[in-house]
């Protein structure tokens, strides 16, 4: 019930193109969703996260989808650029308990060819 | 503010010798995690402190990993008796406590275990 699930696990999309990378989960606990960017080598950075309460959130090219009922999320990324090459993880948190802690998905590997 | 940071980047040591790794977290965090990460993987969650006490410890965290945050600021994680699958990256992660509790990385201490 802890588990968070990514695919797909690599994508290749062509500049100028949208990126869309899906993740399920089953614990109706979670209450906080944050996508990780990676890049070789590097620790994860924060990109985007959205909260239950809302179904869509929006910062640049970047975009959050929220199906709470369904207990999905999938990150999009319009206008992908090479430099948009790196790996992206999902994650899910629950606040107020467990410390926040996060539980991450799989990882997808995104490749933007130019 | 200079974010989460790790010491050290790398790590290499013969099966059976101990490790420690440093983490400072962001100043004003109070919460701060330790994940493991291998090659392909997304990070897991191996214990978090808030202030001075380890308030959660995964399953994954055996007798021969300890970690410690004595005075609530620096915090270390020492790894026994190294075993070949204990290579992997160890990030080290703060946030603070309240809604905005968003989860900073540092870029990690990667260990190889020969």
Redesign the interface.
């Known amino acids: 019930q802890q588990q968070v699930k990514?695919s797909p696990q690599s994508l290749i999309v062509q500049k100028g193109g949208i990126s869309i990378i899906n993740c399920a989960y089953e614990n109706t606990a979670f209450d906080y969703f944050?996508w990780?960017q990676q890049f070789p080598?590097?620790?994860?950075?924060?990109l985007i996260?959205i909260r239950p309460d809302v179904s869509e959130k929006k910062e640049g090219r970047f975009t959050i989808s929220f199906n709470k009922s369904a207990k999905q999320f999938s990150l999009h990324i319009m206008d992908s650029q090479p430099g948009d090459s790196a790996t992206y993880?999902c994650?899910a948190s629950t606040?107020y308990n467990?410390?926040?802690?996060?539980?991450?998905?799989?990882?997808t590997e995104l490749s933007v060819k130019p | 503010d200079t974010g989460v940071s790790q010491d050290p980047r790398h790590k290499i040591t013969k099966r059976g010798q101990n490790v420690t790794f440093r983490c400072d977290p962001i100043s004003e965090h109070n919460r701060l995690y330790w994940y493991r990460q291998t090659l392909g993987q997304g990070p897991e969650f191996l214990t978090y402190f808030q202030n001075e006490a380890q308030l959660e410890k995964s399953r994954l965290l055996s007798d021969r990993f300890s970690a410690e945050r004595p005075k609530g600021s620096f915090s270390t994680l020492e790894i026994q008796r190294t075993e070949q699958g204990d290579s992997a990256m160890y990030l080290c992660a703060s946030s603070s406590t309240g809604r905005e509790n968003t989860i900073y990385f540092g870029e990690g201490s990667w260990l190889t275990v020969v």
């Open positions: 990514q944050p990780y080598g590097k620790g994860p950075a924060l996260a993880f994650a606040i467990q410390g926040g802690k996060l539980i991450f998905g799989q990882g």
